[in-house]
């Protein structure tokens, strides 16, 4: 059986990306019938400085977004990290089995560590936190962007050090990538790097929140280049590319059905396709945002609902683990 487990950090508005390359993704497999468990990784935003009130806010935001995009709270287990307990206790358990070295290597920890001068210990043990948000749950497919991907490596090869060490008890967890373009959604301003919450310049990304407007005018000031035909070509034409890969996403065509639509069109004409197409996708989960935001006791609700669900899950692996390395829990 399959159990899918994904997160999101509350760590600011959600993007486009973070919404074609998970959050819908989450939603279709539901709606395929699919167990599972999908968090709000508030305890990994802490891995960098927060301020309490905003993770507050951003949680509550992000779970309206979240029901708004389609998220069942009765079909899926939806629930913030922080309320789970067996997450962290899995994780210290899983960074005695972690190598500094491993860790230190990744590229993500190496980009957001480079200009601190005191590295918290956290930031480092962020993939392990991750493994366990995943193993805590036995969850056997993680529907994530590619940035994801080493971090699933990492739990992988902690899956595999601890039955080495204490037997077989969990499954692999095996990343389920997309191949629709929406694993890598890319910013406006710069289409070499991933559309990202933490670039900054506001124009790199679409939020869910964003208006017609103001989706419109970021679309129109997307960086593109020189040659006014619309192809599809990510290596040479990152920028074009992505408009195309955004048009695709936002109406459910194919990479052909959009290329084709284009023909004639310039690029700057080809924009106004796009920005049309995204505001007629994601004005319907704005609007249903609105509605659910204006009810923050339903969202705590919901949250409280799903948090009491996983810990029941939760606490039947843990013991499992529990009792493989000998502790002592009762
Ligand atoms: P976070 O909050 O940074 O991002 C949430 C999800 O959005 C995806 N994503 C993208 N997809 C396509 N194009 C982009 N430009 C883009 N930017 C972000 C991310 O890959 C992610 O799927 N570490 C995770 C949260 C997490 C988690 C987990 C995920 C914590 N524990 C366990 C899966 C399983 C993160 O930072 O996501």
């Known amino acids: ?10 760590t600011g508005a959600l993007h486009v990306g973070n919404y074609f390359g998970a959050v819908r993704r989450c939603v279709r497999l ?8 999908l968090f709000i990784a508030d305890l990994h935003a802490h891995t960098t400085p927060q301020d309490p009130g905003k993770v507050q806010e951003n949680s509550l935001e992000l779970t309206a977004l979240l029901l708004a995009s389609g998220v069942d709270p009765e079909r899926t287990v939806l629930f913030a990290q922080s309320a789970v307990p067996r997450h962290a ?3 210290w358990l899983l960074a005695c089995l972690a190598t500094h070295a491993r860790l230190a290597h990744l590229p993500q920890f190496k980009e957001k560590s480079a200009n601190m001068k005191e590295v918290p210990i956290g930031l480092l043990l962020y993939p392990v936190l991750q493994a366990a948000d995943v193993l805590v749950y036995r969850g056997t497919h993680v529907p994530v962007g590619a940035d994801q991907v080493q971090h699933l490596q990492v739990a992988s090869q902690l899956v595999r050090t601890f ?20 694993d890598r959604v890319r910013s406006l301003r710069d289409p070499i790097k991933k559309m990202s919450k933490s670039d900054s310049d506001p124009k790199s990304r679409i939020l869910l929140s964003d208006s017609d407007e103001v989706i419109k005018l970021k ?29 695709c996403l936002a109406s459910d065509k194919l990479i052909e059905e959009a290329v084709e639509e284009a023909d ?11 920005g049309d197409a995204l505001c007629e996708a994601l004005a ?26 996983a810990r029941v899950r939760a606490d039947v692996v843990y013991a ?8 002592t829990t009762i």
């Open 1 to 10: 059986n399959r159990r899918v487990v994904s997160g999101l950090q509350p």
């Open 30 to 37: 539901q709606d395929q019938g699919d167990d599972l468990m």
């Open 89 to 91: 206790e899995l994780c």
């Open 163 to 182: 039955h080495h060490r204490f037997g077989k008890l969990f499954p692999t967890p095996r990343p389920i990538l997309p191949d629709d373009g929406s």
């Open 219 to 247: 679309i129109r000031k997307a960086v593109t280049d020189f040659t006014p035909q619309v192809t599809f070509d990510p290596d040479t034409r990152p920028g074009v590319s992505n408009l195309v890969t955004l048009h």
């Open 264 to 274: 004639g069109l310039t690029t700057a004409q080809y924009k106004r396709v796009v």
């Open 284 to 309: 319907p989960i704005r609007e249903r945002a609105r509605q659910l935001r204006a009810r923050p006791d339903l969202l705590r609700d919901v949250l409280r609902h799903g948090a009491a669900r």
């Open 320 to 327: 499992d683990v529990a009792d493989r390395l000998g502790l």
